[in-house]
């Protein structure tokens, strides 16, 4: 197996952010003019959906960059009876490891409820940033459908040539479109399979991981492989809110579920982050 290093992760997340960034550049450009051909209902779908999907998809992407996956505290213990064998000793780490931690020989530490390593995000994504990384598929998704709806558009109209504003674009300029288009489908439907799978392992309680082991490496991209007698289920609005937090005002904002339904904001996060191993014993 070929693996993306840390190193070469940097690129790839310089990319995307290029990317998205060309995107905006690209839907924004001839907006200004449009505005005025277009109809009320028109401008203010715009204005809704514009910045703010921008503003989301950029946050949530940083956080779950950044954010720590899952940090094992250094004397947390085992509440309830959970199997004493799915308790490990990482040799690389030098800790004990809790049930569902595994060692990421490419991040260089074990990650609590570890779910798989994102190339996109050049990190893990466990149990601390799996709510940004979330939305930011959710987000970015839609981000992307938007930038395809529009960009059909003035590629509708420029080849008609019956709008002033997008009329004076070049040939360059529209097949560096096209091909941004192309980038961005593929992207969006890999978004839409990853978005798929990250929803149902936090509403079954599953793990990318734990379905890999049952499938024995070969998980297909769209494939979702329900855990039998699965022990850390406790049904999808449990499961929901212990990796999105207790505050239904806040699944939708970017920050994530802290200790003791306190949540403490943005800036916080990388404290949360060191969340203790008992209290996440505690709340499976
Ligand atoms: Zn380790
Ligand atoms: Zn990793």
Redesign the pocket.
């Known amino acids: 197996m070929v693996y993306v290093t840390k190193s070469f992760g940097y690129i790839i997340q310089a990319l995307l952010i290029f990317m998205i960034h060309l995107m905006v550049y690209y839907e924004t450009n001839p907006i200004k003019e449009m505005l005025d051909e277009f109809s009320d209902y028109e401008n203010l779908f715009n204005y809704i959906t514009g910045w703010p999907i921008y503003i989301f998809v950029m946050i949530n992407y940083i956080l779950a960059c950044t954010m720590h996956?899952g940090k094992i505290r250094e004397n947390w213990e085992l509440c309830y009876n959970y199997p004493k064998s799915q308790v490990t000793y990482c040799e690389a780490c030098k800790v004990v490891k809790p049930p569902r931690s595994w060692h990421?020989v490419?991040?260089g530490f074990c990650?609590v409820k570890r779910d798989h390593?994102c190339d996109f995000t050049n990190?893990?994504v466990g149990y601390g940033n799996i709510k940004p990384f979330t939305f930011f598929c959710i987000f970015g998704f839609i981000g992307c459908a938007q930038f395809l709806v529009r960009s059909l558009q003035y590629s509708y109209h420029w080849i008609n040539d019956d709008l002033e504003c997008v009329k004076a674009y070049s040939k360059t300029y529209m097949i560096f479109l096209w091909f941004l288009m192309y980038v961005v489908l593929a992207f969006a439907l890999f978004l839409t399979t990853i978005t798929k799978r990250i929803i149902m392992n936090v509403l079954y309680n599953t793990t990318t991981l734990e379905q890999m082991v049952i499938a024995d490496g070969a998980l297909r991209p769209c494939e979702f492989i329900t855990v039998e007698n699965n022990a850390f289920d406790l049904g999808e609005i449990p499961n929901w809110v212990q990796s999105f937090g207790i505050n239904p005002l806040l699944w939708f904002w970017p920050i994530s579920p802290s200790r003791n339904g306190v949540t403490l904001g943005p800036f916080f996060n990388y404290l949360e982050a060191l969340f203790d191993a008992k209290y996440h014993m505690k709340m499976i």
């Open positions: 996956p990421c490419r991040c990650v390593h990190q893990c």
